[in-house]
T-cell receptor, first 115, second 107 residues
Framework: GAGVSQSPSNKVTEKGKDVELRCDPISGHTALYWYRQSLGQGLEFLIYFQGNSAPDKSGLPSDRFSAERTGGSVSTLTIQRTQQEDSAVYLC?????????????FGPGTRLTVT | GENVEQHPSTLSVQEGDSAVIKCTYSDSASNYFPWYKQELGKRPQLIIDIRSNVGEKKDQRIAVTLNKTAKHFSLHITETQPEDSAVYFCPRNQFYFGTGTSLTVIP
């Protein structure tokens, strides 16, 4: 079946502009995660959605970052007033349960470059 | 909260040798121990996992062992091949992956 998809695959933007990154999780998966990975760095947790519960935003690095998930499916990560340090690969993952005992399926990521 | 330490941070082995990566954890209630692999330029993927009621699990050349008394679990890769070169993660909780272990298999 279809895996997690993300769009765009690459995004180049000028410093100060807003960007929106999209994630389409696997159908039926209730949990959705956003991560950031800078060059050569580990996976940095950003935000987590589970069903209709309030999202866990504890990983968002600043108030310029926000995310929403509509209808329990598609999610959009928005970065306002982008800075050069926001340049990274943004990965989305989904799993079919919010328990930690379930596999996360990752999308291919969006490579964001802020010039 | 849960604290997981992963060692080593980098590892180089000759092709054909074995590689072992270890993770220690602090929460006695932990009951699920996954390992993810991320090849260069690709997305992370689960390669093997183990639950607390099992001491060892094997899948071809990879295995995971769990020592609940000592609170650590290890990834074992035997007969390493160049395609095993990647970063390996043992995430704590659901979403704290950390920086992982960078494994390089030298041909």
């Amino acid at each position: 079946g279809a895996g997690v998809s993300q769009s765009p695959s690459n995004k180049v933007t000028e410093k100060g502009k807003d960007v929106e990154l999209r994630c389409d999780p696997i159908s039926g998966h209730t949990a959705l995660y956003w991560y950031r990975q800078s060059l050569g760095q580990g996976l940095e947790f950003l935000i987590y959605f589970q069903g209709n519960s309030a999202p866990d935003k504890s990983g968002l690095p600043s108030d310029r970052f926000s995310a929403e998930r509509t209808g329990g499916s598609v999610s959009t990560l928005t970065i306002q007033r982008t800075q050069q340090e926001d340049s990274a690969v943004y990965l989305c993952a989904s799993s079919h349960n919010d328990s930690p005992a379930y596999e996360q399926y990752f999308g291919p990521g969006t490579r964001l470059t802020v010039t | 909260g849960e604290n997981v330490e992963q060692h080593p941070s980098t590892l180089s082995v000759q092709e054909g040798d074995s590689a072992v990566i270890k993770c220690t954890y602090s929460d006695s209630a932990s009951n699920y121990f996954p390992w993810y692999k991320q090849e260069l330029g690709k997305r992370p993927q689960l390669i093997i996992d183990i639950r607390s009621n099992v001491g060892e699990k094997k899948d071809q050349r990879i295995a995971v062992t769990l020592n609940k008394t000592a609170k650590h679990f290890s990834l074992h890769i035997t007969e390493t091949q160049p395609e095993d070169s990647a970063v390996y993660f043992c995430p704590r909780n659901q979403f704290y992956f950390g920086t992982g272990t960078s494994l390089t298999v030298i041909p």
